[in-house]
């Protein structure tokens, strides 16, 4: 803050280079200034409660345009920054002014190429460009973790492939009115769509599970499943939609003054006063990492003549039935254990995969919370 402070007096005092050019400097004060060949004056027209320059970039492009302004040349490679003018153009409706708006994004400043945000949002499907904001906030900005191995890419291509059968727009919706279930149910359904899973029935876990089996069905006895590269569980995803959410309700807001609307402590932060920062809201220490059955699963991966005869099997040393995960799938005649007694523990398991989908559909349509 004491740099901040340092470079916006020394500003106040420059001499710009040409007649009839203005520099409009926007400091930790809620009004900017503006500099020019006539003095310093205070700019109320472009007052602002935003704190990320991001923000305020856009909504300055926006005071500019309702001051007359046809033509916006913004200097940044910020993929928020883009994200932030395709929303607020679309939104605000600009492309039915008249005469029409051009704003621009270039970086760096010699470049001879500009992205035009019009052209862009008459590229898109209206679907995709209502929901890209959302998405890539849930996708991963500063302020919200990414899912491992998804990627922006990932997120635009599923846009694209399947644009009408989820709903994350609600995201950031200040509405009181609006139920949060809402909000929670669209953006399950899009994280569950990028992990290449669009049916209803498939919940997060289910999906967790199926994955962990293939997994371990694949895997030797010598490697190690990469769980970061599973669908993350619904507690973890219900904090980062929590995180999305409040992120979201800024950057669709940047002229409404509703930065505070929303008490950031309920929304996935708590607030360290001593630091002056906040901290983000992990997960119960307490929550399990996965069902106790599975978590005592054991399967070998004998391969041997007489498979599982001896103790180097590892399910023959923990005394346990061998499973549908083993090497011989619990068909050695070794264990001479049945199949389908075999796979009581993974049997456990689904049971539970079953009884936690009930339970968050009796959660959905329960929870009558208010965002």
């Not at 070998?300 to 099997?313: D, H, L, T």
Request: proline share 5%; net charge negative; hydrophobic share 35%.
């Amino acid at each position: 803050m004491q740099l901040i402070n340092i470079l916006v007096e020394s500003l106040k005092d420059i001499t710009l280079p040409k007649a009839n050019r203005k520099l409009i400097v926007t400091g930790p004060e809620p009004v900017p200034f503006e500099v020019s060949d006539t003095g310093l004056q205070s700019r109320d027209d472009l007052k602002t409660d935003q704190e990320e320059a991001d923000t305020i970039m856009v909504s300055q492009m926006l005071a500019m345009i309702n001051n007359g302004y046809r033509r916006i040349q913004l200097i940044c490679e910020d993929t928020d920054v883009f994200v932030l003018l395709v929303h607020h153009y679309d939104k605000s409706r600009i492309s039915e002014l008249h005469p029409p708006v051009e704003v621009l994004m270039q970086y760096p400043p010699s470049s001879p190429k500009a992205i035009s945000i019009s052209t862009t949002i008459n590229s898109l499907p209206s679907k995709v460009v209502s929901s890209l904001l959302a998405a890539h906030v849930l996708t991963g900005c500063d302020t919200v973790p990414h899912m491992f191995g998804i990627g922006k890419k990932t997120a635009l291509n599923f846009l694209f492939r399947e644009h009408t059968d989820f709903n994350v727009e609600e995201l950031g919706n200040t509405d009181p009115s609006l139920q949060w279930e809402t909000v929670e149910r669209g953006c399950v359904d899009f994280i569950r769509g990028l992990y290449h899973s669009c049916n209803n029935k498939d919940d997060l876990e289910a999906m967790r599970y199926t994955k962990w089996v293939e997994k371990s069905k694949a895997n030797t006895m010598t490697t190690v499943t990469d769980l970061q590269s599973f669908p993350p569980t619904l507690e973890a995803v219900r904090l980062n939609m929590r995180r999305a959410h409040y992120q979201c309700s800024i950057w669709k807001n940047v002229n409404a003054g509703l930065v505070n609307s929303l008490d950031v402590e309920q929304w996935g932060w708590t607030k360290d006063t001593a630091n002056k920062c906040l901290d983000s809201v992990f997960m119960d220490p307490t929550t399990p990492i996965a069902p106790e059955s599975l978590l005592k699963l054991t399967f070998c991966g004998c391969c041997s003549e007489e498979p599982c005869s001896s103790k180097k099997c590892g399910c023959r040393k923990a005394d346990v039935m061998c499973c549908s995960l083993c090497k011989y799938k619990g068909k050695c005649k070794s264990n001479g254990v049945p199949s389908a007694a075999a796979d009581d523990d993974l049997a456990m398991v689904d049971v539970h995969m079953q009884e936690s989908e009930d339970e968050n559909d009796d959660e959905y349509d329960e929870n009558e919370d208010n965002i």
